[in-house]
């Protein structure tokens, strides 16, 4: 089944240890995406991507980074996590930008800042 | 800013019929997504209205009213795997972005 894979599905590092967050996709699609959920809160947008053209939203610290070496993959860098980073990250694709309205996500990686 | 308003939590029970509204203040409009999440899960598209009027796709519909910035997602005949948060997601702008409101935790109890 095409889908959206995200590993790791738990991540657990230490405060200020560089992390990175993976996702990869077998839908195709052209756009991808990254957000932030803390609990009991909305998707929070970081970033996204149309095809190669890299999309930062104003609010997204500058201690994400985020890299799409080709169609199928994705990653979010967190260069120095702060406890206040701890939280669900979902990566989406959408089939191109006029369909964003129908995103298609992964399970999420949750990741815990010791 | 940007928002988009939705209750924080209904409670109903099974084979009821639940409505969650959502009210929106957006700089630029393009539609209304809803996307449902079940705890721990990842959030599944459920129905998109660019359009006023009602889109029903089985036991749930969506409606939009862009003249009162209001649409709202009916669930009908409740079932148990109901019980999840649910999302409504306004596309506001031709960049393909989605702003998501805070999200409804639906409760079905027997």
């Known amino acids: 089944d095409a889908m959206v894979i995200q590993n790791p599905r738990y991540q657990v590092t230490q405060f200020g240890k560089p992390v990175t967050l993976s996702c990869s996709q077998t839908?195709?699609?052209?756009?991808m995406y990254w957000y932030q959920q803390k609990s009991s809160q909305a998707p929070k947008l970081l970033f996204h991507?149309?095809?190669?053209?890299?999309?930062n939203e104003a609010d997204t610290p500058d201690n994400f980074q985020s890299r799409r070496p080709n169609t199928s993959f994705c990653f979010l860098d967190i260069r120095s996590p702060g406890l206040g980073d701890a939280a669900m990250y979902l990566c989406a694709t959408s089939r191109a930008r006029d369909r964003a309205y129908e995103q298609y996500f992964g399970p999420g990686t949750r990741l815990t800042v010791t | 800013g940007q928002s988009l308003e939705q209750p924080s939590e209904v409670t109903a029970v099974e084979g009821a019929i639940v409505q969650i509204n959502c009210t929106y203040q957006t700089s630029g409009f393009y539609g209304l997504s809803w996307y449902q999440q079940h705890d721990g899960g990842a959030p599944t598209f459920l129905s998109y209205n660019a359009l006023d009027g009602l889109e029903e796709t089985g036991r749930f519909s969506s409606f939009l009213s862009r003249s009162d910035s209001y649409g709202y997602l009916l669930l009908q005949e409740l079932q148990m795997k109901d019980s999840a948060s649910y999302f409504c997601a306004g596309e506001t702008d031709s960049w393909g972005k989605l702003q998501f409101g805070a999200g409804t935790q639906v409760v079905v109890t027997p």
């Open positions: 991507y149309y095809d190669k053209d890299f999309n």
């Open positions: 839908l195709n699609h052209n756009v």
